[in-house]
């Protein structure tokens, strides 16, 4: 009998700020680690024993904010939750980011944080030699991506050539989407609206690891055409947190990339429906394909838990 001894991918950075910090042999290492640790939880146990972790959320939070805390407590470490979210207790009102950081860095093991802004995750790895781990900002949630790719890696076998299609707003998931897409070999196709699509320099960076790995990104603004064929069809909420002032215009504009049985019967026969949750019934899915036998929505908030563990014993 052979038996494999895994080892934790290496990181260059220890952050995770983006999705873009490993390279595709690391990342596909982490997928690798994050089944280890679903299949073999105990072996694990005691990976974070006397490591105290911060979490700092300044938005609502219900898969991420619990698949850290359990993850952490199961893997012998502590955490420390800093609640933000309340406009009275805005972070880096009371004192600047760098010092928040700065401090915390004095005191425990690492940083997982929820922002609304990618600058304030950056300005606190700079100030903060401990880990900082990107739990959602406004450009990326890796966290989500990397179990997005797990849940499928679990269900169909390795990701080279997977046709995944992206429907509705280029935001934070669709980013981290695209990063990790491009270091796995996948073959994402987005259809966003023309004045949502994902940021220009996500797109240079992803296209250009995606020549080295054989992966193709692709981006257009028809939901039929991006879903034709695909194995794997994904959406997200038309409007993330803190853009909620445009939410009447963005229900109109994004009306047409509704993912409903019509658009779902474009892809393959055995395609599956994602969604990172929390889903609007009606908005950008129809119930009938949420709650559907194609919906692996509950599988993604499960392996969240896996690879956020795999995430945390590469870092530490
Ligand atoms: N998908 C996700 O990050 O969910 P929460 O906002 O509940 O953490
Ligand atoms: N794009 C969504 C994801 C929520 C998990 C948001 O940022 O609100």
């Known amino acids: 009998m052979t038996t494999t001894t895994l080892v934790a991918p290496i990181s260059l950075s220890n952050d995770l700020l983006t999705g873009a910090e490993w390279s595709p042999p690391h990342t596909r290492e982490l997928l690798h680690l994050s089944a280890d640790i679903k299949a073999r939880p105990v072996r694990y146990a005691s990976t974070l024993h006397g490591k105290f972790i911060a979490l700092i959320f300044e938005k609502p939070s219900l898969r991420t904010r619990v698949t850290f805390e359990v993850g952490i407590q ?3 470490g502590a955490v420390v939750f800093l609640d933000h979210t309340q406009a009275s207790a805005s972070l880096g009102a009371r004192e600047s980011i760098a010092d928040v950081a700065r401090n915390l860095d004095r005191w425990v093991h690492g940083i997982v944080a929820r922002v609304y802004s990618q600058r304030v995750l950056e300005e606190m790895a700079v100030n903060a030699g ?7 900002s406004d450009k990326f949630h890796p966290c989500q991506a990397l179990a997005d790719f797990f849940t499928l890696e679990e269900r169909f076998g390795a990701l080279r050539g997977f046709k995944l299609a992206y429907v509705g707003d280029g935001n934070n998931v669709c ?3 695209m990063y990790l897409a491009a270091r796995l070999g996948v073959h994402l196709r987005i259809a966003t609206p023309p004045d949502y699509a994902p940021a220009p320099e996500v797109i240079a960076d992803s296209k250009r690891v995606a ?7 692709e981006l257009m603004h028809d939901p039929r055409e991006a879903v034709t064929g695909a194995m794997g069809v994904y959406t997200d909420s038309w409007t993330s947190m803190g853009f909620e002032a445009e939410e009447a215009v963005r229900n109109q504009v ?3 990339y509704q993912v409903n049985t019509e658009l779902m019967s474009l892809a393959t026969s055995d395609a599956v429906f994602m969604h990172c949750l929390p889903a609007h019934r009606g908005l950008e899915v129809t119930p009938e394909v949420l709650d559907g036998p194609q919906s692996v929505v509950l599988d993604q908030s499960e392996n969240r838990m896996y690879v956020q563990k795999a995430i945390l014993h590469t870092l530490f």
């Not at 401990?130 to 959602?136: C, D, E, G, R, T």
Request: without cysteine; proline residues 9%; positive net charge.
């Open 254 to 256: 994004f009306q047409p």
């Open 211 to 217: 020549r080295e790995t054989k992966a193709k990104i």
């Open 175 to 177: 980013h981290s989407l």
């Open 130 to 136: 401990i880990p900082v781990i990107n739990a959602l």
């Open 74 to 76: 199961s893997m012998a």
